[in-house]
């Protein structure tokens, strides 16, 4: 099973939006306070605080400490693990990391709050998101097989898995997906369940039919044999064109010290090198491994496998814009504050074509 692509968006009719955006006003408008760019070590490194997630997505970063990259590049790096979207952008914003990666929707409505986030690097210009369906819910689907979005009618009834509940990301993927076959909120019930692995056992003990899984937890469900992917969400519709991951850091910093975050984009897009490389495969999963000790390391060998291809250091103003006209269509950002080129968001260093 291939879990990877890239390509068009869609309309969103109707969504509930979280309350990130109030919740980042309040409390990290100290965005002009950074970190000190000018600390160094003895040996005349940059440090750098780089917040990371306990999750596939931070792999990267992870590579880029143990093989040395970031050491190539001058760069003193310390990793802080860290388990919300919101915490992380409220830390890189009072100064306590100096980068993080994360994905667009995050940073587009912390941006559209006042916040002056800008793109370092690209790691991930893939979405992270498959929708799967239990073996029981693929057995007797009359549109499996068939082209998208076809097969999204057969959620009509079910119970959908979503990570960490209604308001979040992964409920407004969901309502997106319902809107692809004209079905509404009140045609399914949305169960919160964990990220990771978690999913996949609730989806073959039966406490959800849908599960929307970002990759480790889809690579668990297909090694779990929980159920089969409904449909490729990922080639085709809302999330085909996008940028599931990638590096930030704080404009005025950035304009600080232009030169060292091209050093840290540079190094992630090495690191990025090294991990599509099948030969370092094994050491790869030792590294994921170690940040993410939870995975079990069949998972992990499963991610790794099935993600190759998805990961890069380039992505196109079009993939950029997709994410941002999307939360604007389903109302996560207000149009008037939302940015209006892709220009907006990045930097020299972000390698965006365009």
Known sequence: MKILSSARRGPVRRVVAGALGALLLTSTLAACGGADDDQKTASGQDKVDFGVFPVFVSLPVWVAQEQGFFDKHDLAVSLKTITTGPAMISALASGSLDSMVIGVTSVETARASGMPLKMVGV?????????????????????????????????????????????????????????????EEKDVTFVPIGGGEGGGQALK??????????????????????????????????????????????????????????????????????IVD??????????????????????????????????GSEASCDQVMSVVDWL?????????????????????????TK
């Open 123 to 183: 790691t991930l210009p893939t979405s992270i998101y498959h929708v799967f369906g239990s073996n029981d819910v693929i057995k007797d689907c009359a549109y499996v097989g068939q082209p998208y979005p076809e097969p999204l009618k057969c959620v009509k009834g079910k119970k959908i898995g979503i990570i960490g509940g209604l308001g979040t990301e992964s409920h407004t993927v969901g309502l997106s997906l319902l809107n692809e076959v004209g079905l």
């Open 205 to 274: 003990e039966g406490q959800i039919d849908i599960q929307l899984a970002e990759d480790t937890a889809a690579a668990f469900t297909v090694g779990l044999g929980a159920g089969e992917r409904l449909t490729d969400i990922q080639s085709q519709g809302v999330f085909s064109s996008w940028v599931g991951g990638a590096a930030w850091g704080m404009d005025p910093e950035i304009k600080k010290n232009p030169e060292k975050f091209q050093r840290i984009s540079d190094a992630l897009a090495e690191a990025v090198a090294w």
């Open 328 to 352: 604007v269509d389903n109302g996560t950002v207000d149009g008037g504050k939302a940015d209006k080129s892709c220009d907006d968001l990045i930097t020299e260093s972000a390698r965006i």
């Open 278 to 311: 099948p030969a370092n495969e094994a050491a790869a999963a030792k590294t994921f491994k170690k940040y993410a000790p939870g995975v079990s390391e069949e998972t992990i060998v499963t991610v790794l496998e099935n993600t190759r291809d998805s990961w």
